[in-house]
């Protein structure tokens, strides 16, 4: 069985915040907001990935987040 496109979005999201890949974070980001995940669905994952990569890795993720956000004009959140 497939795995559905914003679980596997969302899997790419953690990693690449873990990896600290921030452009490649970026199009991921609008990948997953595309495919039908929420932004605080997103949030939640990024804020999840503190515990293994630490907070300075986590508020970068979340700053690149913001501009993608913005440029969707999503922000602020509701």
Excluded: D
């Excluded at 953690?14 to 907001?33: D, F, G, N, P, Y």
Aim: glycine share 4%.
């Amino acid at each position: 069985e497939k795995v559905p496109h914003p679980t596997r979005q969302l899997a790419t999201v953690a990693a690449l915040t873990v990896l600290q890949r921030t452009e490649e974070l970026k199009i991921h980001l609008h990948s997953s907001l595309n495919v039908g995940c929420r932004p605080r669905e997103i949030a939640e994952i990024i804020f999840q990935m503190a515990i293994y990569a630490g907070m300075p890795v986590v508020i970068t993720a979340l700053k690149t987040f913001r501009e993608v956000l913005q440029e969707r004009g999503l922000w602020p959140l509701p």
